[in-house]
């Protein structure tokens, strides 16, 4: 990684006295007042900082505690999560990472075409629906600036290997496998001027910390190409409203604006539960989280179906007891109502509906609401509960 020793940053300008602001994509400073800008520069006769040359930072908000705190809630927070997710699970060491992405910003040019997709065998008699159009639409993309899983790590700080730690986070060079959480976290990372900083090498020291490994040509034709055009091919689709039957092929052109090198601040972690391990990154500027829960669909509420089924037997045993009693001559004569009315008689018409039709269906949706919001309640009230005795002292994680 290529340094450069750097004055500390000024927040004054020199010329005017205004207010500096860092800028990522020229890695200068620049004032707002007089537009003076100046480069974040060599200066042997400061040497009291060592800045990573043309990379900025994102700096963490979020300290440890924090994150702890708001991973568990975020953990225990849902539904038909066990009511003891805390005590039963098995949690790893938390990771205070800085993260390599590449930020790409600029236009896609072109021409678009959508067709219905064909289920099946396609006819040579049916005429395929097309529709046509152009691109011009403005792109801003975060990809991770590394594939390589397997290499060493420029931190000493904690005696792991954090690449390891990525590929358990979803590796960016597997397509298929773009959805984990590492990589939501990189693509829905939201970078203002003002949450910027210069990167300063000690980074490599007090934190978990990778290099950049791809090129930005590589990082581009790797995952930021096919990302971008996915996005524009989904937007396409819902503007025509065809977006579950409608495929779109795009030939673009794009034209890059910048190129920017950022570490993002990334807390990590993963918790096992039962046999299955779970993994949980968060944001550590703003604190989002993204991962994996629990989640076991036993413990719902039998489905409305099953209850329906038991109601109708019950119905059924309460019919046949009224059958019988109401052909009791001494009832009969005395009792012609709704429990006791004869077979084929009005009453008897207006019993058969309510017990075999209505009370059924009600019950059905009584007793599964019911059932269902007690569920909840006794699983809540239990996490609640692990929680607030975590938060105490009370109880311990168990950690790996």
């Given at each position: 990684?290529?340094?450069?020793?750097?004055?500390?940053?000024?927040?004054?300008?020199?010329?005017?006295?205004?207010?500096?602001?860092?800028?990522?994509?020229?890695?200068?400073?620049?004032?707002?007042y007089?537009?003076?800008?100046?480069?974040?520069?060599?200066?042997?006769?400061?040497?009291?900082?060592?800045?990573?040359?043309?990379?900025?930072?994102?700096?963490?908000?979020?300290?440890?505690?924090q994150?702890?705190?708001?991973?568990?809630?975020?953990i225990?927070?849902?539904?038909?999560?066990?009511?003891?997710?805390?005590?039963?699970?098995?949690?790893?060491?938390?990771?205070?990472?800085?993260?390599p992405?590449?930020?790409?910003?600029?236009?896609?040019?072109?021409?678009?075409?959508?067709?219905?997709?064909?289920?099946?065998?396609?006819?040579?008699?049916?005429?395929?629906?097309?529709?046509?159009g152009?691109?011009?639409?403005?792109?801003?993309?975060?990809?991770?600036?590394t594939?390589?899983?397997?290499?060493?790590?420029?931190?000493q700080?904690?005696q792991?290997?954090?690449?390891?730690?990525?590929?358990?986070?979803?590796?960016?060079?597997?397509?298929?496998?773009?959805?984990?959480?590492?990589?939501?976290?990189?693509?829905?990372?939201?970078?203002?001027?003002?949450?910027?900083?210069?990167?300063?090498?000690?980074?490599?020291?007090d934190?978990?910390?990778?290099?950049?490994?791809?090129?930005?040509?590589?990082?581009?034709?790797?995952?930021?190409?096919?990302?971008?055009?996915?996005?524009?091919?989904?937007?396409?689709?819902?503007?025509?409203?065809?977006?579950?039957?409608?495929?779109?092929?795009?030939?673009?052109?794009?034209?890059?604006?910048?190129?920017?090198?950022?570490?993002?601040?990334?807390?990590?972690?993963?918790?096992?539960?039962?046999?299955?391990?779970?993994?949980?990154?968060?944001?550590?500027?703003?604190?989002?989280?993204?991962?994996?829960?629990?989640?076991?669909?036993?413990?719902q509420?039998?489905?409305?179906?099953?209850?329906?089924?038991?109601?109708?037997?019950?119905?059924?045993?309460?019919?046949?007891?009224?059958?019988?009693?109401?052909?009791?001559?001494?009832?009969?004569?005395?009792?012609?109502?709704?429990?006791?009315?004869?077979?084929?008689?009005?009453?008897?018409a207006?019993?058969?509906?309510?017990?075999?039709?209505?009370?059924?269906?009600?019950?059905?949706?009584?007793?599964?609401?019911?059932?269902?919001?007690?569920?909840?309640?006794?699983?809540?009230?239990?996490?609640?509960?692990?929680?607030?005795?975590?938060?105490?002292?009370?109880?311990?994680?168990?950690?790996?």
């Amino acid at each position: 990684m290529e340094t450069t020793t750097a004055k500390s940053s000024v927040n004054k300008c020199p010329n005017c006295g205004g207010e500096l602001t860092y800028s990522a994509a020229t890695y200068s400073n620049k004032c707002e007042y007089c537009g003076s800008e100046f480069k974040v520069q060599a200066a042997t006769d400061q040497g009291d900082e060592s800045l990573i040359k043309d990379v900025s930072i994102i700096p963490f908000k979020i300290n440890r505690d924090q994150f702890k705190k708001e991973m568990l809630r975020w953990i225990i927070t849902g539904d038909f999560i066990p009511g003891n997710i805390l005590s039963a699970s098995r949690f790893s060491a938390i990771k205070q990472c800085y993260i390599p992405v590449y930020s790409f910003k600029g236009t896609c040019t072109g021409q678009w075409t959508g067709a219905k997709r064909q289920l099946g065998k396609p006819s040579p008699f049916q005429k395929k629906a097309t529709e046509t159009g152009s691109v011009n639409e403005p792109f801003s993309l975060l990809t991770l600036a590394t594939d390589n899983l397997n290499g060493d790590v420029s931190s000493q700080f904690f005696q792991i290997n954090i690449v390891n730690i990525l590929n358990q986070f979803g590796n960016q060079g597997n397509n298929n496998d773009e959805n984990g959480p590492l990589q939501l976290l990189v693509r829905t990372f939201e970078i203002k001027d003002q949450e910027v900083e210069p990167a300063d090498a000690r980074i490599f020291n007090d934190y978990n910390t990778l290099n950049f490994d791809l090129s930005t040509d590589e990082a581009w034709e790797k995952h930021g190409q096919t990302l971008i055009a996915r996005r524009i091919s989904n937007k396409l689709a819902e503007q025509s409203k065809k977006s579950m039957d409608w495929e779109v092929n795009l030939n673009v052109d794009y034209k890059m604006e910048t190129v920017t090198k950022f570490y993002l601040p990334v807390w990590m972690t993963s918790y096992s539960y039962g046999t299955q391990e779970y993994k949980i990154c968060t944001n550590g500027f703003n604190g989002k989280i993204y991962g994996q829960k629990v989640v076991d669909f036993k413990l719902q509420a039998p489905n409305k179906t099953k209850i329906y089924i038991a109601s109708l037997l019950a119905c059924f045993a309460i019919s046949f007891c009224l059958f019988i009693a109401s052909n009791a001559t001494d009832i009969t004569a005395h009792h012609n109502n709704l429990l006791f009315s004869p077979m084929w008689q009005g009453w008897w018409a207006c019993r058969f509906l309510l017990l075999w039709i209505v009370i059924p269906i009600v019950a059905s949706k009584l007793i599964h609401k019911k059932w269902d919001d007690m569920v909840r309640q006794s699983l809540i009230a239990r996490r609640e509960g692990e929680l607030a005795a975590i938060n105490s002292g009370h109880l311990k994680l168990n950690t790996n």
